[in-house]
């Protein structure tokens, strides 16, 4: 019973999404009507608010962490396994994938997939971001410095813990970020992918009102 409640805790605090609730603080554009129509911390960026992106990829990455951090830490009190703390890794995931409060329409979960890993290890976690940095820098593009990024951090996982119910946890977060991905990935094979610091600007914001 245990185990079910903690995982159901964890898909509910997946389910609050940062984009949103940090655009609406900023009085910006909803970002799932503009850009990727992705409510994430990249698509928020095109925004031109760099201070609510920031908040967005801090609090979708600290609900991840957030989640697994709890279940780990209580799991001899609540005499759960790590079973248990995998579920909740997948279920806080979920929750930002497909969040209940806003209509099951959420992110990709590149934010929320690095908290989780830095709750699970923070080694993981910071190999992961610094995979996500490189590839970022040199091509400048987040979805493919994301696939990568997700590519290779079951692999870390595996070189440091071997396997075990975590692990498919990771690849699970791994296989479903690269799902919500697939657009990303077909406009990278066409040439037609945005980059990073586009300089197009969402509407509703300051500068878009500017140029009317």
């Given at each position: 019973m245990n185990t079910v409640l903690m995982t159901l805790a964890a898909y509910l605090i997946g389910s609050i999404s940062f984009a949103v609730v940090t655009s609406k603080l900023f009085g910006l554009a909803d970002p799932?009507?503009?850009?990727?129509?992705?409510?994430?911390?990249?698509?928020?960026?095109?925004?031109g608010n760099k201070a609510a992106a920031v908040l967005t990829l801090?609090?979708?990455?600290?609900?991840?962490?957030?989640a697994v951090w709890l279940a780990d830490r209580y799991a001899q009190v609540l005499d759960v396994t790590d079973l248990a703390v995998a579920l909740v890794a997948i279920a806080v995931f979920l929750g930002?994938?497909?969040?209940?409060?806003?209509?099951?329409?959420?992110?990709?979960?590149?934010?929320?997939?690095?908290?989780v890993l830095v709750g699970i290890n923070p080694w993981l976690g910071l190999a992961t971001?610094?995979?996500?940095?490189?590839?970022?820098?040199?091509?400048?593009?987040s979805s493919l410095a994301a696939l990568v990024a997700a590519l290779l951090?079951?692999?870390?996982?595996?070189?440091?813990f071997g396997v075990d119910e975590k692990l498919f946890a990771v690849i699970a977060m791994s296989m479903l970020l690269a799902y919500r991905h697939s657009g990303n990935i077909s406009n990278l094979l066409a040439g037609k992918e945005?980059?990073?610091?586009?300089?197009?600007?969402?509407?509703?914001?300051?500068m878009s009102k500017k140029k009317k």
């Open positions: 799932r009507t503009y850009g990727s129509k992705n409510p994430g911390a990249t698509n928020v960026l095109r925004s801090l609090g979708d990455g600290a609900k991840g962490w957030l930002h994938l497909w969040p209940v409060f806003f209509r099951f329409v959420g992110g990709k979960g590149v934010a929320t997939a690095l908290g971001l610094v995979t996500w940095a490189l590839v970022a820098f040199m091509f400048r593009y951090a079951p692999l870390y996982y595996g070189l440091q945005r980059r990073l610091f586009s300089k197009k600007v969402a509407p509703g914001t300051a």
